[in-house]
């Protein structure tokens, strides 16, 4: 996603974008390398919904102080996954399972307060009963699918372009997005609230970010760049392959506000399950 939209920027900005990959940390050692950049655009941040979560839990970054958000760009549905071999048909046949035996099944995730961790937490919480379940942490996003596919785990929740190779192929199944409406480009794939869980949504989203204290004009710059990308024929073809939305604030400033009304919210989150940084 961000390969597409990079290309798409430097037509609009008229300069080449050079994506520095830094894993590590789940993102923070990346988010790091911006924060401390001259804030003259040179260096530009993928931020995505994780970082907001990693700063309540790590408290190693301030994404307001170190930060210029410029705007959100897209948003995804998580899927739930299970091996093409699993026993489980239905989200409420797993989750029923789970319920009988209580810390026999486990999932899998990017890491302690990712997404794909926090997902089920939530959904742990709004189960009647709650949901006991083994949680095993691995680094990156692509590892739990292929650790489900193997048989080693019995589901996790992933981006649909992290598992469609797998799914594709047999080796994995969906039993459920976590979206508001059946995806248009995978309509045969239930809503947790179709699957029994009603209300439950959950898509994590993509954004960008200066360091702080860039230029007012430039952080707008950006934003303006950005609106026009999400509307070029790769990445509109991109979205409709990968199950993604484009989602764009509506200034920099809402985005800002998006980011303190989200740290709030996982900061109760994260107290009330007793999460701490491993």
């Not at 700063?55 to 760009?73: H, K």
Request: aromatic share 6%.
């Amino acid at each position: 996603m961000l390969r597409t939209l990079a290309e798409a920027l430097g037509a609009q900005l008229q300069t080449s974008l050079v994506i520095d990959y830094r894993p590590g940390a789940a993102g923070l050692l990346a988010a790091k390398v911006v924060a401390v950049a001259t804030p003259d655009g040179s260096a530009i941040l993928l931020l995505h919904s994780g970082l907001v979560t990693q700063q309540v839990l790590t408290q190693r970054l301030d994404l307001l102080a170190e930060f210029s958000p410029v705007t959100t760009f897209a948003t995804s549905p998580l899927f739930l996954v299970v091996a093409g071999s699993s026993p489980y048909d239905t989200l409420e046949a797993m989750l029923r399972a789970i319920e009988r035996a209580p810390g026999r099944l486990n999932f899998g995730s990017q890491g302690v307060g990712s997404p794909s961790h926090l997902v089920f937490e939530r959904l742990a919480l709004q189960w009647p009963g709650g949901l006991k379940i083994t949680h095993v942490p691995y680094k990156s996003p692509n590892e739990p699918p292929a650790a489900v596919a193997a048989g080693e785990l019995d589901f996790c929740f992933a981006i649909p372009l992290a598992v469609l190779p797998l799914v594709q192929a047999g080796r994995l199944r969906v039993l459920a997005i976590a979206s508001a409406q059946r995806s248009r480009q995978y309509p045969q794939v239930p809503t947790f609230a179709e699957a029994g869980v009603a209300g439950f949504t959950d898509e994590p989203w993509f954004a960008l970010a200066l360091p702080a204290r860039a230029p007012a004009a430039l952080v707008e710059r950006l934003a303006h760049a950005v609106r026009k990308s999400v509307t070029s024929p790769a990445f509109e073809t991109l979205l409709a392959r990968s199950g993604g939305t484009a989602a764009l604030s509506a200034s920099p400033e809402q985005f800002a506000a998006r980011l303190r009304a989200e740290l709030q919210a996982d900061a109760t989150l994260l107290a009330r399950l007793g999460i701490k940084p491993e």
